[in-house]
Nanobody, 124 residues
Framework: QVQLVESGGGLVQAGGSLRLSCAAS????????MAWFRQAPGKEREFVAA????????DYTDSTKGRFTISRDNAKNTVALQMNSLKPEDTAVYYC?????????????????WGQGTQVTVSS
């Protein structure tokens, strides 16, 4: 079992920044690919970004590439999502997720463990 707890959400104006953090506990953190997903009201949960076991590889959805940065600290068992140049369409509940399978999947069904989510609201 892996327990994931997100923090750092909030209300920000368009063009602003937020940094989300996810703390992991339980099994060995370095065994898991980590990712962020988000779900806006009335929409399906979608992939945002992922980071490989060592942090050497990252993957972003096109809508966040260049604005968001995912990082991990394996010594502290944390993964972060730095979000810059935020837009109202970034408003969603953001979820941290962990995957013990192979690198490359953007499907939420691939991910084994999930946090409870943190709300991000971007006002125009």
């Amino acid at each position: 079992q892996v327990q994931l707890v997100e923090s750092g959400g909030g209300l920000v104006q368009a063009g602003g920044s937020l940094r989300l953090s996810c703390a992991a506990s339980g099994r060995t953190f370095t065994r898991y690919i980590m990712a962020w997903f988000r779900q806006a009201p009335g929409k399906e949960r979608e992939f945002v970004a992922a980071i490989s076991l060592s942090g050497a590889y990252t993957d972003y959805t096109d809508s966040t590439k260049g604005r968001f940065t995912i990082s991990r600290d394996n010594a502290k068992n944390t993964v972060a999502l730095q979000m810059n140049s935020l837009k109202p369409e970034d408003t969603a509940v953001y979820y941290c997720a962990a995957d013990s399978a192979a690198w490359g999947s953007r499907s939420q069904t691939q991910y084994d463990y999930w946090g409870q989510g943190t709300q991000v609201t971007v006002s125009s």
